[in-house]
């Protein structure tokens, strides 16, 4: 694999080292108006369409926790940085579909959106198989959105508990994702209570828009790419 940016990536391309650096700062502040250490939160920074030459100034400004959406394009580009930057830790943050469990087990350090007992099994099997068992995170759909990946809040408790006491898997996170239009703060209270039912206290939650009030709600985590790497670049057409 060739580390060359896309050409859209060398025009006009955003700072992404003095952004990063920001949004650690914002991080920071935000956290010690909640009364938290800064050390508490940690930046998931987000790649999603972004190539090698994109995320390389956010490596060598000392970073090294990132997120991808899809496993193939997490496959295109991470591999030979991994390889690169033996350091680097990468989060799966989109949905995972049944056969691409395998490359996700291989290739990521955690596991965000796990929703189901088909998925959470399946993984359980793979890891076995691979002997490597990436931590997992289980998505509550906290805006019980239909188009959305996630469990039920109200179903979210007893799931945790399948997952860990009849699948074995290790759930070791919460994830949520908050509908667009409404106010965050609610959802991030929904995933914060449930964390706290079950004992989890690794929360993923705010992304480039909110993750300032997420840290207050609690976040161990936030996902941000926008704000790091500037605009995504828009997914090829199928086919």
Known sequence: MTLSARPSETDAAPDVAANLAKVLED???AAAAAGRAAGEVQVVAVTKTHGPERIRPAILAGHCLFGEN??????????????????????????????????????????????????????????????????????????DESQKAGVAPEAADAFIRQCRD????????????????????????LLREVGR??????????????????VGFGATLVRVGTAIFGAREPYPPPG
């Open 27 to 29: 991080v920071a502040r």
């Open 70 to 143: 899809r496993v193939q394009e997490a496959e295109s580009k991470w591999p030979a940085l991994k390889a690169e930057f033996p350091e680097l830790k990468l989060h799966l943050i989109g949905p995972l579909q049944s056969n691409k469990v395998r490359q996700a087990v291989q290739l990521f350090d955690v596991i965000e959106t796990v929703d189901s007992p088909k998925l959470a099994q399946r993984l359980v099997r793979i890891m076995d198989e691979e002997g490597r068992r990436p931590d997992c995170f289980v998505q509550v759909n906290t805006g």
């Open 166 to 189: 009849e699948i074995g898997l290790p759930v070791k996170g919460l994830m949520c994702i908050p509908p667009l239009d409404e106010e965050p703060s609610p959802h991030f209270a």
């Open 197 to 214: 039912r079950n004992g989890i206290e690794t929360l993923s939650m705010g992304m480039s828009a909110d993750y300032e009030v997420a």
